[in-house]
């Protein structure tokens, strides 16, 4: 479903497959890298999108809180 959501650029709804994929198969460096990949369409970036979507409703783990953080640093 995820694969399928990402393909048809779908990415909030990959976003939220994410968020709520069991134990957090999904939030890992590998989506953030397939979101950072993805161009922007004239609306926020995807990788922004994906980010807004977590921080609605849970708290970022480590991984993503530390990509998030990069373009400060």
Known sequence: MFNQKMATSDYQ???NIAKDA???LLRNTETINRFKSLPSSGGPAPILIY???LLQSTKLNEQE???LCMPVI
């Open 22 to 24: 069991p134990a957090g």
């Open 51 to 53: 980010f807004n979507t």
């Open 13 to 15: 709804g990959a976003a």
């Open 65 to 67: 809180t530390t990509e």
